[in-house]
């Protein structure tokens, strides 16, 4: 099973400039998800999309956050004025429901990092 | 959520099996145990689930009790490779069901 690819690896960006954050599942999965992580905390839930629709979002993910499938592959996550407290490691996710595969499978992440 | 009580931190020889408790007094019926890892600098990765009976795969073996009140993630020959946090998580239902992370536990292995 492929990996999910997440780029860019780093960001750096100005507080109130708006990131988005990129990341290539499997176009045939139906569940993809978004966690962050902050240095040295724990990963953090952000959103679920289902079916091209949000279907659960945390406290965190305030008006701020929007999440995007636009093309049918590629899943994106944007911050539209970010914050100092934005910076952290931000994880996409899909699920595989089953078979040999079964489970979660996170990207490797991109830190972000706001200034 | 329901919850999980894990170690903060374990040490284990390079070579020899390790035991990676976790309580979870107060899971339901319908939960699944799951353990995903997280190496140094990567997201997290899936080891292994159960629901009822113990588990073997390529990764790791997962032995649940009677009871289902615990369960203990057993790597049966720690390689340096394996040192990550472990996290031990409790979920309903797939697919459209978050994983709730703890704090896990830090496992270190000593070459």
């Known amino acids: 099973e492929p990996e999910v690819t997440q780029t860019p690896s780093h960001q750096v960006t100005q507080m109130g400039q708006e990131v988005i954050l990129r990341c290539v599942p499997i176009?045939?999965?139906?569940?993809f998800y978004w966690y962050r992580q902050i240095l040295g905390q724990k990963v953090e839930f952000l959103v679920s999309?289902?079916?091209?629709?949000?279907?659960?979002k945390s406290e965190i993910f305030d008006d701020q956050f929007s999440v995007e499938r636009p093309d049918g592959s590629n899943f994106t996550l944007k911050i539209r004025s970010t914050k100092l407290e934005d910076s952290a490691m931000y994880f996409c996710?899909?699920?595989?429901?089953?078979?040999?595969?079964?489970?979660?499978?996170f990207g490797s992440g991109t830190r972000l990092t706001v200034v | 959520d329901a919850k999980t009580t894990q170690p903060n931190s374990m040490e284990s020889n390079e070579e020899e099996p390790v035991h990676l408790p976790c309580n979870h007094s107060?899971?339901?019926?319908?939960?699944?145990i799951h353990w995903y890892r997280q190496l140094p600098s990567q997201g997290p990765e899936y080891v292994i689930h159960?629901?009822?009976s113990n588990v073997n795969n390529r990764m790791a073996s997962l032995a649940i009790a009677e009871d289902r009140k615990s369960s203990t993630l057993i790597l049966h020959r720690a390689t340096l490779r394996d040192a990550a946090v472990y996290y031990c998580?409790?979920?309903?239902?797939?697919?459209?069901?978050?994983?709730?992370f703890g704090t896990g536990t830090r496992l270190t292995i000593i070459p």
């Open positions: 996710a899909k699920a595989i429901l089953q078979g040999k595969d079964y489970g979660y499978t």
């Open positions: 176009s045939n999965h139906l569940y």
């Open positions: 999309f289902y079916n091209n629709e949000i279907s659960e």
């Open positions: 107060t899971i339901s019926g319908t939960d699944y």
């Open positions: 159960g629901l009822t």
């Open positions: 998580i409790l979920s309903a239902v797939f697919g459209n069901e978050k994983l709730t």
